[in-house]
C-alpha cells in the first residue's frame, strides 16, 4: 500500500517566490533556515530532497491546477463557457497573463527549482559527498525533479528565465529569458547524471521516489519533444533538421535499449483496468508506474489532490446524514472535466481502455444512498481515476481532496516513445512490434498490412487525419500513432504535448470541435477550436507581475499575448 512519509515534513524549505512584493525578503520567513549550517548529515540532505517533492504535490500545483493545462482533442470542461480568469479560461485557450492559476503554476515551478538548486549546492559541498554513493543518489533526485521542472517551463513558456543557482537574495531571483535550447542542454545533462546514480526499481520500490528507469523514461520524453515543434519568439512553429531530429531520436532509442538491459520494468501483471483501480486505492506498482506524484490530505494542515474528485465521474454530496455514519458513504466528487464523446467509438470493441478512460455515468444522492446514473453522449467523464475506486479510509476523508496519486511516467508510454523513434529513424517494423505488444495487453486487435485499413475505417469517415499523410509505412505507422497514444494515455498529461510536438493542435482542435455533436447546439460546450489560435496558444503567457517585477524581461510576453 501506498507510503505516506514524503507529505508528513514539518518544515518547508526557504524559496523565493517570484512576486511584485519588493519587501518579501526583507524578513526571514519562519520556515527558512541556515543554508550553510544546514547540509550537516544525510538525514537533513534528504529533507531537502523531499522538500524539492513537497513543492511538485501542492495542490495547487498538480494536485489540481496543472489539470486545467491538459485539455486538448480527447477533454473539454463542462459547458460553463464564461470567463473565470483560472480554469475555464485555460482549458477553452481564452487565458491571459493575469490568469491566477497560470501565475500560480509559474510560481511553483519556479520554487521547486530553487529549491532543487538549493539542495544540489549543499549536497555538493558536503565533506563527506565524494565517498557517499547516497549523497550522490539525493544529488540525483534533486537533479531529477529540477529537470522536470525545467521541462515543464519550457513545454508551457518556452524560453524563459533560468539559472542553476539558488537565489539567496531578491536580485538574485530576476533573469532574463534563456533559450530553450539551453535548458535543454542543462535538462539533459541533470538527467544523464540522474540515470548514472539511481538504482533501477525493483518490487519493494516506491515509485514515488524516483529511480534510474524514471530518469531515463523522461530523457526519452524530452527527446521527442525537443525533436518536435515548438513556438518561437516570432510566433512561428519551428522543428530541428532532419538531422538533428534524427540524432534526437537515436538518442531516444539508446534509452530504450537500457530498460530492455535491465529487464524489470514492464505492463502491470494485473492489466489495465486493475492498472489505474490501483492508483484510486493507493496501491503501489513499480513495475509499470515509473513515477508517482504523492497526495495526502491532511485536515486543517495540507491539501491532497484533485485526482479522480476534479477529473473523475460525479459522485453527489451525501446529505441527511449522520457524520456517525459518513464513513460509509463516497463524498462527493465535482467531476468538472467531461470528454469528447466521440473518442468512445473510435476504441475498438473488446479494448479494455475504453470503459476505464471514458466513465460513462455518474452517482446521484437518492434516499440516503449514491444511486449509478447513465449519462448521454457530451455528458461523460475522464474514467481513468474516481471516488468509488479509492480506498474506505480515504474515500470520504474531504470533499475537496484525496490521497490518490498522479502517475507522470509509465512502462506503456516509454513503449510507444520507443516505437515512435524506431519509426522515425526508418525501422518501422520495429514500432509496429512495440505498438502491437501495447494493443495486445489491451485486447485490441495488433495492426497488420492486411487489416490497416479495417482498423481505421470507423475513424476515417468522420475523422480522416488531414494532418497526416499515410499514403506509405511510415505514414501509416504515424496516423496509428496518433490514435494509439490517445487511447492508451488519455487524460494522463501528455496530449497536448504530443500534439504540440507534431505540429497539429491547431488542426486537431479543429477536427474535433468541428464534428463534435457537443457543438451542434449553439451554445458550445467545446469552443477551443474557436478559440485557439495557432502562433499564440501553444504557450501560456508569462505572468504580468513577473513582467511587471523582473525589468530583465523588458516587458515582453509571449507571441500573441
Known amino acids: 500500500m501506498k507510503k505516506y512519509t514524503l507529505l508528513y515534513i514539518a518544515f518547508v524549505l526557504l524559496a523565493v517566490s517570484f512576486t511584485s512584493c519588493e519587501d518579501m525578503l526583507t524578513e526571514t520567513p519562519n520556515s527558512s533556515y541556515d543554508k550553510d549550517g544546514f547540509f550537516s548529515t544525510e538525514a537533513k540532505a534528504e529533507m531537502a530532497v523531499l522538500g524539492i517533492y513537497n513543492s511538485i504535490s501542492d495542490y495547487r500545483h498538480y494536485g489540481w491546477y496543472e489539470m486545467a493545462s491538459m485539455a486538448s482533442d480527447d477533454t473539454y470542461y463542462l459547458a460553463r463557457t464564461g470567463s473565470d480568469n483560472q480554469i475555464k479560461d485555460m482549458v477553452h485557450y481564452t487565458v491571459n497573463s493575469t490568469n491566477e492559476w497560470v501565475r500560480m503554476l509559474w510560481l511553483l515551478k519556479y520554487q521547486g527549482i530553487d529549491r532543487a538548486n538549493m ?10 559527498y565524494a565517498d557517499s554513493q547516497k549523497l550522490k543518489a539525493l544529488d540525483a533526485e534533486a537533479r531529477f525533479l529540477r529537470a522536470f521542472l525545467a521541462f515543464d517551463l519550457v513545454k508551457s513558456w518556452g ?7 539558488y537565489s539567496a537574495s531578491y536580485d538574485e531571483a530576476f533573469g532574463a529569458r534563456v ?4 535548458i535543454y542542454d542543462q535538462i539533459i545533462a541533470d538527467l544523464d547524471f540522474a540515470k548514472n546514480n539511481l538504482d533501477w526499481a525493483t518490487a519493494s520500490s516506491s515509485p514515488e521516489r524516483v529511480t534510474q ?12 519533444q525537443r525533436a518536435g515543434y515548438s513556438l518561437q519568439l516570432d510566433g512561428k512553429l519551428s522543428c530541428p533538421d532532419e538531422s538533428t531530429r534524427k540524432t534526437y531520436f537515436e538518442a531516444a532509442l539508446t534509452e530504450w535499449d537500457a530498460f530492455q538491459a535491465n529487464g524489470y520494468h514492464g505492463f502491470y501483471e494485473g492489466g489495465y483496468e486493475a492498472l489505474f483501480k490501483g492508483f484510486s486505492e493507493g496501491v503501489l506498482n513499480s513495475k509499470e508506474s515509473l ?24 459522485v453527489a454530496e451525501p446529505t441527511g446524514i449522520a457524520s456517525s455514519e459518513s464513513a460509509n458513504y463516497m463524498g462527493r466528487a465535482n467531476g468538472f472535466f467531461i470528454t469528447v464523446p466521440e473518442w468512445k467509438n473510435f476504441f475498438e470493441e473488446g479494448d479494455v481502455r475504453r470503459d476505464v478512460s471514458i466513465c460513462t455515468y455518474r452517482f446521484a444522492w437518492k434516499n440516503k444512498q449514491h444511486v449509478k446514473e447513465e449519462r448521454g453522449a457530451g455528458s461523460w467523464y ?13 474515500r470520504n476523508k474531504n470533499m475537496n481532496y484525496g490521497d490518490v496519486n498522479y502517475c507522470v511516467l509509465r512502462y506503456a508510454d516509454v513503449v510507444l516513445m520507443a516505437a515512435e523513434a524506431y519509426n522515425e529513424v526508418g525501422k518501422t517494423e520495429q514500432a509496429w512490434m512495440l505498438l502491437n505488444s501495447v494493443r495486445q495487453r489491451a485486447g485490441a486487435t495488433s495492426y497488420t498490412s492486411a487489416n490497416y485499413d479495417q482498423l ?13 499523410t499515410d499514403g506509405d509505412e511510415q505514414g501509416r505507422f504515424r496516423t496509428a500513432l496518433y490514435w494509439e497514444r490517445g487511447f492508451e494515455l488519455s487524460f ?13 493542435l491547431a488542426d486537431a482542435l479543429k477536427l474535433f470541435g468541428e464534428n463534435s455533436s457537443v457543438n451542434k447546439k449553439e451554445n458550445k460546450p467545446y469552443p477551443a477550436y474557436q478559440n485557439f489560435v495557432s502562433g499564440k496558444h501553444e504557450l501560456l503567457p508569462i505572468p504580468l507581475v513577473e513582467l511587471q517585477s523582473n525589468p530583465k524581461l523588458e516587458a515582453k510576453n509571449n507571441p500573441g499575448y
Do not use: C
Open 119 to 128: 539542495a544540489i549546492d549543499g549536497i555538493e559541498n558536503m565533506s563527506a
Open 159 to 165: 524560453d524563459v528565465p533560468f539559472k542553476t543557482s
Open 179 to 182: 533559450s530553450r535550447e539551453e
Open 213 to 224: 528507469g524514471a530518469a531515463r523514461a523522461l530523457l526519452m520524453r524530452v527527446y521527442l
Open 291 to 314: 513515477f508517482e506524484i504523492s497526495f495526502y490530505h491532511q485536515q486543517g494542515s495540507r491539501n491532497g489532490g484533485a485526482w479522480g474528485i476534479y477529473n473523475g465521474p460525479l
Open 382 to 394: 475522464p474514467g481513468k481515476w474516481r471516488r468509488e475506486w479509492m480506498a474506505p479510509e480515504s
Open 456 to 468: 481505421m475505417a470507423v475513424r476515417k469517415k468522420t475523422h480522416d487525419l488531414p494532418f497526416i
Open 492 to 504: 494522463e498529461g501528455q496530449r497536448k504535448f504530443d500534439l504540440i510536438r507534431w505540429g497539429v
